[in-house]
């Protein structure tokens, strides 16, 4: 969940300079996470490896951009959340399987262990879910939802992103058909979401200034950005409704045509050590406000992680990316 725009690089600049490498790097990074860049200084401090971090903005404008570049990657790694997305690059050879041995490294616990994909397509480096995002001075402690089924009450009132530009929202909606059923999922959102100035928000952020300050009084939001915002000591509360909450890894990828294996594998193996999982946890913005998937690692303080999770087909959901990001449009963005 990004707020920031590509550093150093245009990103018109990028798409024009496809036909030779951008880069003179040793690893090129594409990520839509907030602690990506500190977590490169970490590593080239740790091994003298020079990273470039291209961030175009959101997740949805990442992807944009690796389809843009088609046969001609520029990057060597892509870090983003949402575990049908990366399935999805996977299953379109953009990205190749992690080696087994660069798994075996990582010192997963075991719910980090279930998040690894069967296809390889992704190394998890953290996680989360979406939540109920609840202002608790706008609702009575007594009205407060419990399940998606409750958001029928507050039909109008309730603040969403655009999956077509958010990784965690997309996962969610997939999660989201797969835990009510897809007729009943596109019934109950379309009882719920009925003004499109809110379910149609490009960020967390955002639907964080629709609930605290705006025409919102609940949010479907990433639990990491709501866990900010309570931090700072804003009115907010998470909900995980009684459907089941749907895992959402961050995942790191490898391009397929990387010619940096060695660097990669070396940043896969900072990312995952004690130092790597500090730089990503060094700041107060919503992705610090992660999951550990890593043994002898804790979450910030307050950050909840006994969470009752429900994991992804990613299959089913990578096959219907497209469909339900257009319907998802053409019902609830403006």
Known sequence: MLHKTIAGLAFGVALTS???PAFSADLVLYDALDFSGKVAKAFEAKTGLKVDVVEPGSTGEVLGKIAAEGNNPQFDIVWLDGSAVMERMA???VLQPIPGDVYDKAAFTDFGKS?????????????STTALEVNTK?????????SWADLAHFAGTVAAKDPNLSGPAYQWLAGFFQTNGIDAGKDLLGKVLTTKSLSGLSSGGKVNTAVLTGNASVGINQDSAIFAKIASGEPVIAVYPAEGSIALPQG???????THMDAARKFIDFVTSAEGQAAMQDGD???FFFMPVI?????KPGRQTEVAFVHLDDKVASAHEAEWKQWYKDHFVP
């Open 91 to 93: 299953s379109d050879h």
């Open 252 to 258: 790191l990828g490898i391009s397929a045509k990387t």
């Open 285 to 287: 913005d919503t992705d």
């Open 115 to 127: 998040l690894i994909p069967a296809s390889h397509a992704f190394l998890p480096t953290g996680a």
């Open 18 to 20: 496809m036909a030779a």
């Open 138 to 146: 706008k609702v009575a402690a007594d009205k407060t939802p419990k």
């Open 295 to 299: 043994a002898g690692v804790k979450a």
